[in-house]
């Protein structure tokens, strides 16, 4: 298979957002290959965030720790015309940007005021770091500066009409859109990461993208100040979506 006719997909997201149910769409074309969070082990060896990641340990014993050997491997894959890597922004540590040259970027981004309070659940009192929302912005204007734009999708406007925001994704994509990403079967994927018992549960009892519920709960007060922060980004974000 040529490689400069391999489509790669890189999905830049933040943590409890639908990228995960983004992966399973598109694991389910046949011209399809996903690859789950591929620089988690370089994040967690380049940070503190192995201290208080679940399954920290398991992660940096069983993935490729070096982060410019990971993307070496991105770039010269080549089983499938199009390979879509689910990453997360804030993976970004230390590494030559690059090699986003030869990808096809996209940010996901969701309302800190539904993603906050459910990231705190797992990972109490998150920082800007650990939520991606400044590295969000800070990866589109280095992807503008190189006459790069990145594509932005927003995660609500996906869960209030799966098919109309799936089928303008795979236009700008230039790829078909197939019926069959609108739907999966409920449980694990062979490409989950080891990381799934932890964070992917709610998308493992689903067959498709659930509909779009807002939060009714208090926000949570030890999270105002984070809010403040990240408010203003996502707003910036959700005026470059499509």
Request: net charge negative; hydrophobic share 35%; aromatic share 10%.
């Amino acid at each position: 298979m040529n490689n400069k006719k391999i489509k790669r997909i890189c999905l830049w997201s933040g943590p409890r957002n639908i990228s995960t149910a983004l992966m399973y769409s598109f694991a389910q074309r046949q011209d399809t290959r996903v690859v789950d969070e591929p620089l988690y082990a370089h994040y967690l060896s380049s940070t503190n965030a192995h201290t208080y990641h679940p399954g920290a340990q398991e992660i940096l014993a069983t993935m490729e720790n070096d982060g410019n050997i990971v993307i070496e491997k991105m770039l010269t894959q080549k089983d499938k015309p199009i390979l879509f890597f689910k990453q997360m922004t804030h993976h970004l540590v230390d590494l030559d940007l690059s090699f986003l040259k030869e990808t096809i970027n996209v940010i996901l981004t969701r309302d800190p005021k539904e993603m906050l309070p459910s990231y705190d659940k797992a990972v109490r009192n998150p920082s800007m770091k650990d939520v991606g929302y400044k590295a969000h912005l800070e990866l589109y204007q280095y992807l503008e500066s190189i006459n790069q734009p990145p594509l932005v999708l927003d995660s609500r406007r996906v869960l209030e009409n799966p098919k109309e925001q799936l089928q303008k994704f795979c236009d700008k994509l230039e790829i078909p859109f197939y019926e069959e990403m609108l739907k999966w079967e409920p449980g694990a994927r062979p490409e989950d990461g080891c990381w799934s018992r932890f964070w992917y549960d709610s998308v493992h009892q689903s067959s498709g993208f659930s509909p779009y519920k807002p939060k009714e709960e208090k926000f949570p007060d030890h999270l105002i100040n984070l809010l403040e922060e990240c408010g203003p980004i996502y707003q910036k974000l959700c005026e470059l979506s499509f």
